[in-house]
């Protein structure tokens, strides 16, 4: 039963970071989501 309850726990507050990136995500003007990219991109590679 415990177990159940931390996954449902853990589920629940994934869901609410990817809502959270989500917002910001949109609130950010497409120029900088570009630049944020461009930046992992040479950062990864």
Same mark, same amino acid.
């Given at each position: !039963?415990?177990?159940?309850?931390? $996954? @449902? @726990? /853990?589920? !629940?507050? /994934?869901?609410? $970071?990817? +809502?959270? @990136? %989500? +917002?910001? !995500? &949109?609130? %950010?003007?497409? &120029?900088?989501?570009? =630049?944020?990219? %461009? =930046?992992?991109? &040479? &950062? %990864?590679?």
């Amino acid at each position: !039963f415990a177990c159940i309850s931390v $996954l @449902l @726990l /853990s589920i !629940f507050i /994934s869901a609410i $970071l990817y +809502f959270i @990136l %989500l +917002f910001i !995500f &949109k609130t %950010l003007s497409v &120029k900088e989501i570009n =630049y944020i990219k %461009l =930046y992992v991109s &040479k &950062k %990864l590679g």
